[in-house]
């Protein structure tokens, strides 16, 4: 029992604490403006964020979705695609490796940056490619237009994402018995019916928990939208932890962005029981 | 010998024991991080120290971005801090606090304060007044022009109006060229830059205590309309699509790349321009007027401050006075970049007297022309406001909000 008390002293402290005390903020009024007159405003913080005249509740959240799923699906694809590649040993494979998973050492903001700088419509690297190609006659907004803000940004977001699913679906890919896949070959089956057959069910515990993973860490994550368009424009890639962020940085108020932070935290947990539950069931019928 | 030896040994550990017991450290926490001015601010704490040994400065520097959040925490935390920078943002927060001490005693009995500027005076006692800082820098805007673009398409007067600014601005933009004009502001604070297109259209403005206030607010004023369409029609004709979403850093990269000529912004931009162009490439000159014959100056500023609980509040404000004196008040300006607080600095200090810093050593000194009014920073209307300009702002660019639409939200967000 005694062994258990450091992790429990942590986790109250580190975690527990904060995430109390979150939800306690997004009860009360609680400004940086006047911390003096910190008091009970029962859900007026939530009422507040779903009635914002300024910020659709409406449009966040389907930013929030569109952000999510298209990022997740192509981080996924790409990585999965990386990871199938790179299972084969060849030369110069741990360089090439290297190389693949070096975005994700880097930290969201300074991604942002970098790629704020080559989407720019006027001095940027990707107009200025697609223009030499004759792709494109003149250059385009893409930060500055709601129709490619967002795809822009999700954009930067695969490009940072792609390697956390390569290592860990590398990582899955390696176990797979090798006699296995020789006895399907033997007994005729391609490389698809393999895929699908042997490979994807032998790794969906890892399949299930890193998409789970990662669909929370997306959706917590505004470090690259905030680099990039700040949530414009027009409130085109604004998202639910854009706007926590906006909540508490720009309009110093912490009652709301805690009212966001709550909002995220449910839907996640609701996301996390259903999306469990669903891959569970799946299990079952298949076995 | 050895005896001797030992005796000295003891003696001096005693000594710089006490030494050491006796001295007073003093938590000074900046907000306005950047690796330059860190290293200028240490260099200057290591003088002060230098001249009072029994005072050691602990220099904490947090990340820009995160600045205002950490003196914000640790002053409503009562952590140990004697100097605080403060800004115009942050001044009304930390007084509403209550972690701000009145200065009014240590600057009645302060000699320099006799030569601050008007616009530092007034930056002093923002709230309510008391001076709960002393400014140490000040920001104001001027009109930044690339005198050799200009000439290379005919031009040879910098404008004088917002209507010349835009007019000459239609007439040098050709987007086959890759050429524009103005270096547009489109996030990050841009209300500073549309704000003072519109407001010099209102003639009533001249009377105005703040750019506006839940008292008083101008946006259902034709005038205001006619400027707003004046900047409108400046974007439209004149900068690229892409300024929508510029920032500080491609506002100078357009200038400084040549395709946008005219640039308005503070004076600690200078440095970095002189380092990317070259000082003798371009001009700053007074910020275009209306058609009122006017503009306005909204001026920004940091400075320090002594928070309330500080039990050293004395050595504070001697290494404040120190900080503030004009002498070493002109010398961190220059090395840092926007303007000093005292007048003595612009007749004394050479790198002040030249051409860059003209233009606003005359917006200071011409107050009829160049109104000195500020935002309204102690209404609890302003956190937020910006951003929501933006959002607004950005939507009539695109066409999805009407101008009307916007003018009228904004005033219903102002109205009390």
Known sequence: MAIMVPAFVFLTLFVYFPIVKGVVISFQNYTLYDMTNIHWIGLDNFRAIMTDINFGFLQIIINTVIWILVSLLFQFLLGFILALLMKEPFRGRGIYSALVFYPWALSGFAIGLIWAWMFNGQFGIINDVLLRLGLISNNVGFLSDPRYAMVSVIVANIWYGVPFFAIMLLAALQSVPAELMEAAKIDGAGPVRRLFSITIPYIKPTIVSTTLLRTMWIMNFPDIIYAMTGGGPSNSTNILATQMINKILQFYDYGQGAAFGVVIMLILFAYAIIYLRISATKEDATI | ????????????????????????????????????????????????????????????????????????????????????????????????????????????????????????????????????????????????????????????????????????????????????????????????????????????????????????????????????????????????????????????????????????????????????????????????????????????????????????????????????????????????????????????????????????????????????????????????????????????LLGKMELDTALQKWADYWQK
């Open chain 2, 1 to 396: 010998m050895k005896k001797t030896i030992a005796v000295l040994i003891v003696v001096m550990t005693l000594l710089s024991v006490s030494v050491c017991a006796s001295a007073t450290t003093l938590n000074f926490l900046e907000v306005m991080t950047s690796p330059e001015r860190t290293a200028l601010l240490k260099s200057m704490i290591a003088e002060y120290e230098e001249l009072n040994p029994g005072i050691k400065i602990n220099l904490i520097s947090p990340p820009y971005e995160q600045s205002d959040q950490k003196a914000t925490l640790m002053l409503n935390t009562n952590q140990p801090l004697d100097i605080i920078e403060v800004r115009d943002y942050t001044v009304k927060q930390f007084v509403n606090n209550k972690k701000l001490t009145d200065l009014t005693d240590y600057v009645n009995e302060w000699s320099d304060a006799e030569t601050l500027t008007p616009v530092a005076t007034a930056a002093a006692t923002t709230v309510n007044d008391i001076p709960y800082l002393v400014p140490q820098s000040i920001f104001i805007k001027a009109l930044f022009v690339r005198t050799d673009i200009l000439a290379a398409n005919g031009i040879n007067d910098t404008p004088k109006t917002i209507e010349e600014l835009v007019e000459v601005s239609k007439k040098i933009t050709n987007p086959a060229k890759n050429q524009y004009a103005f270096a547009w502001r489109g996030k990050s604070f841009e209300i500073k830059f549309a704000d003072l297109f519109a407001l010099p259209y209102v003639e009533d403005f001249k009377n105005a205590k703040y750019i506006y206030s839940e008292d008083e607010s101008y946006f259902l004023d034709p005038g205001f309309k006619e400027g707003m369409e004046a900047y409108i029609t400046l974007f439209k004709e004149g900068v690229p699509k892409d300024g929508i979403n510029w920032g500080f850093n491609e506002q100078i990269n357009a200038f400084v790349s040549g395709a946008t000529p005219f640039l308005i912004q503070d004076p600690d931009a200078i440095p970095l321009i002189d380092k990317l162009l070259g000082p003798d490439k371009y001009e700053v000159v007074t910020l275009p007027v209306g058609p009122h014959g006017f503009s306005y100056i909204d001026y920004g500023f940091c400075g320090l401050g002594i928070p309330s609980y500080s039990k050293n509040k004395k050595e504070a404000w001697d290494f404040i006075k120190w900080m503030s004196s004009p002498e070493k008040n002109g010398y961190y300006n220059e090395h840092y970049g926007p303007l000093p607080v005292h007048t003595t600095t612009f007749e004394t200090n050479e790198h002040f007297q030249g051409k860059h810093y003209v233009a606003y050593d005359y917006e200071m000194n011409h107050p009829e022309q160049f109104l000195f009014v500020t935002y309204d920073l102690a209404s609890e209307k302003w956190p937020g406001w910006a951003k929501i300009h933006e959002t607004d702002m950005q939507s009539v």
